[in-house]
Structure formats: C-alpha cells, structure tokens
C-alpha cells in the first residue's frame, strides 16, 4: 500500500484513549492464548469483534511502478489470516485494493513488462509518462501498450502474482469505485462535515489551515490532481466542487497546474490518502488489514482517529508486519535490486515461498537468492516435521501440524523432495533419465513411489538449475558427458587419475573420494591444484567447479570410472 504523497508528514499520533495499537504481534499479554501460528491469535482478535460475514480482509498498493517480492507482503499475510478464519468456519472474502487513482509524482527508473521482464525507462514512452507526472495512474496511457493503463498495468502484475501462489484476492480499482458513484456517499459526507476532518486531520498534518478541504479534483483541461478547492455545492442532486489548478509538491519537486478554474462533481476527483484509507473501510467492510512499519506510524493513528471521529465507524483489526531485504538490502525499484513472484516461481515451488510468509511477520527477514537453498531445506523440514519423519521440538511440531497444510495445496505423504542442492547437482546435465536414475541410486527417490510424486520431485532440478545459473555458484557447470573434452595430461597426472578410478570402483563415501584426490595426487608428485584442474577439464571442460570427491560421488560410478581412465 502507498499513500498519495502526505504519509510521512505525521506530527502527532491519535490521542484518542480507544486509540488501537497496529502491533497487534509484537504485545505480550500472558492472559491471552498463546498459539503456534501467528495468524491464530490475528484471527482470535476479529471473532472477538462478532463481524458479519462476509469477514473482510483488505489489502492494497498505489500502482506506481514494479509490484515486487516485498509487494506481496500484505497479500500473503492477509491470506493466512483468511485462511484460518476459513478453517475455523467463517466465510472470507480477501479484498485487494489497487489504488490507482493516485497521481505520479515521479518517473520511475525501472518498469517491468507483463511477463516480468525488467525494463529501463529510456526502453519505453518514457515521454508519456513525463507529460503525464500528476496525473492518475488510470489516466495515463500502458508504456508497453498491452493494457488499459498504465495502473491497470502494474495491477494486472500484481493479480497475477496472487494467482501464482494461489491466493484467491478480488482486485478492486479504486478509480472504478469513484466513477461508479460507489465512493459517492462516503466522499459527500466528509465534505459534509468538512470541518470536523479538518480538525482531525490537523493533529497529523501541519499544512491543514482553515481553508483545507479533503477532496482532489481532477483538471479537466490538464488531466492532473489538484489540491486547490475553492468551493463547495453539495444542495444539488450532483454535488461539485469548485477548483483551481495549482501545482503539486511531489517530494524533491514541483509538478506545474495549468491555472484552469473549473468544476468536478465527486467522481472526478478523489479523498486525500488520509481519508480515502478509512473511506475503503467503510465502503468494503473491512474487518481486518496488515500494513508495513512506516503506516504504524504515519497513517494509521490519522486513519482510526478519521474513522471514529468523522466517518463514525470502528477501524478494522490492524496488524504491522516488518519489511524484508533482498541480499540484505532494501527493496528498490529505482536502484534495480528487485524481484518479482515470476522469478522467484522459476527457482523454487510455490509452497516453499508460501512457507516464507507464514514465518513471524513481526520479524525482519532477509530473502536471499544466493542462499535459497537454506530457505529450501527449512521447507523441507517442515514437510517432513509434520509427517513424523524427522525429532523435532515441541515448539516446531505444533507449528507445522498448523501451518503446512496451508502453504501446500494438499498434504500428500508420498510426495519426494530432492534436496536442493543435490537437485542442483543433477541439474549439471539434460539427461532426466540419468537425473532419475541418479536420484534412485542414491536413495532420494523410493522405489515405490508414485510417478506424481517423481515427476513432481524432477521438476526441482529445473528449479535448482536456474539458482545455479542466475548466481553463479558451485553448481553453474555442465556435465560433458557425450564426449570425452581435449586434454594433455603428463604420465603422473594419469597414474594419479588412474589410482583415484581405482579407489572409486572399490566404492567409497563422498568425504573419502575427496580425501583420496589430495592422496593420489601428494603419492604421484602431482600439484593437487593441477590434479583438480584435471578432474574438472575431465567432467566439465573448465579449470574450476565443486568439490569434486562429493560430485563424483554422486554421478553414475561407472561414467566416473570411465571417464578418469579416458575410455568414455
């Protein structure tokens, strides 16, 4: 979620005693129940409310560049809290807002296409987008051309990130709710009681003066939003408001108004971000919304004082998560350190992100690409905790009976999972019968399992492969295995090669094939980084790759015989 431009300007928070605080997570009350999943005691606080049903659960995301990874934040979050509440009984429907009549108040660096790709902004119509700076996202033409809009655009990314993961959101538009007259009512009666929401909005924001009223209109002459109403008629079947067209402070700049004077009824304009939040509430009944750190503190304590001191109604259940970093760094479009769901999909299954986000939103985490495999293995155990198959703590039991079988489509005990970076292995060669094969021999696969569950199993190589590829690890090497590469190997190098084929036919673990590559290079008088160098210019046509006793290892003994003696 983003506000329109006025979140950061807090300058004070709701002195209301009935004031809620968003750490709904991070309060320790001994009195409460204390549950293994997080989402448990969110949902404990919204049946305490008695809501209706539907129970409503809302997000939302001003449309204005990259929807990435840490955009999914407020989806998966909300959808946990929705899918408890569904386990319990209820009847949920999870609300996605796309607030996208919001203004661009500035050119992005980075776009990405439908397909994910990241784009610079010279790549596009960037110019389009520069005659179009305040004006809202709806209003302004697709870069790429495929969409309504340039908003639609960015939404349609974001529907589609949810519908990978699985996660069942209703998109909703904010731009169709204004001119559907939907937002009407709500809109009418905050310019009703204008004063009583300049009062409110005053303790938060210094630039609220007596002439201040909470409606944007739209120019209609330059398309931009303006902040400037100089009057107001709401006695007429179509209220108007009356509007000049000033410009618009867009942090480190200023965007021009082209001076029209002009009217706009309430569906040509919209409510500041301040009351255009609570409005969404009222409009959709929202029982319940998590929000990043920086809302805690900016828009929410205006948000509830709005709610119950001006629109009359009681703020939903709120709940701050932490950010998260990729690669230890912040989230940035602008800078290009970025993900999208896309990306992620193509390195691991969609349960295992599911997995990351059911982990403590209170807690700050790190999403790491170069360290997947660690995010991976954790999934792993969590599977095989709830199966019974490995000694796990109380603690970690209790919280995978709870939380697997939501971030998996179906708890199936027969599935397999190859470890990582054992499937990262296999994924040096485009051989799957030999993967396969592999997999089998060294116990990863049963003999009785299900042809789902292997072919499900085989499909992480693929995944592994393409964590290998894009960091460029250990395991970013090809197998040469149709043809033996050039070499030019002196006669000890080849007794050494040819002691260690011996050791390996005899048949030895991973650690004592390693160990014997530095014994039969130190018995042959051989550089043990030369003989290295040997073994992979054998097996990879490179001077360098992985450890090298654990990877022949785990390749066909037969192969690995044949080819340190030269004969395949």
Known sequence: MSPDGDATEATADSPESDAISPYTLQREEASETRHAFWADTVADRVEERNPDEPIVVKGGISPSGVPHLGNVNEIMRGYFVAEVLRDRGHDVRQVFTADDRDPLRKLPRTLCDLGGNLVDLGEVDAGALGRNLGAPYTDIPDPFGCCDSYGDHFATIIQDSADAVDVPIDMVSNTDLYESGEFEDVTRFVLEHRDRAREVLSKYQDKVDEDYIPFNPICEECGKITETVTSIDLDGETPTVDYRCTDMD?????????????????????????????????????????????????????????????????????????????????????????????????????????????????????????????????????????????????????????????????????????????????????????????????????EDAPEWAVEGALERVEQARNWARRTGNEFDYELKRTAIPEHDFDADTEAALADLADFIEAGHDPEEIQGEIYEAARRHDVDVGDFFAAGYRLFFDEEQGPKLGPFLAKVDREFVVGRLRRER
């Open 250 to 446: 867009a942090g480190d700049q200023t965007i021009d108004g082209c001076g029209r004077e002009g009217t706009a009824t309430l569906r040509e304009g919209k409510l500041p971000w301040r009351f255009e939040w609570p409005a969404q509430w009222q409009l959709l009944g929202v029982d319940f919304e998590p929000f990043g750190k920086d809302h805690a503190e900016g828009s929410w304590p205006s948000g509830q004082d709005v709610a119950r001191n001006v629109l009359e109604i009681e703020p939903p259940v709120p709940m701050v998560y932490e950010w998260f970093t990729l690669e230890g760094e912040p989230f940035s479009s602008s800078e290009g350190n970025v993900i999208l769901v896309s990306d992620v999909l193509e390195l691991l299954e969609p349960e295992v992100l599911r997995y990351f986000f059911a982990k403590d939103p209170a807690k700050a985490r790190d999403f790491s690409i170069e360290r997947l495999d660690q995010l991976v293995d954790e999934f792993d155990r969590l599977e095989a905790t709830y199966f019974g198959e490995v000694e796990a703590s109380e603690d970690e039991q209790a919280f995978a009976d709870r939380v697997y079988p939501f971030v998996v489509e179906e708890p199936r005990e027969e599935r397999v999972r190859l470890p990582y970076t054992f499937a990262a292995v296999l994924g040096m060669t485009d051989d799957p019968d030999l993967r396969e094969e592999i997999a089998r021999r060294e116990g990863h696969i049963p």
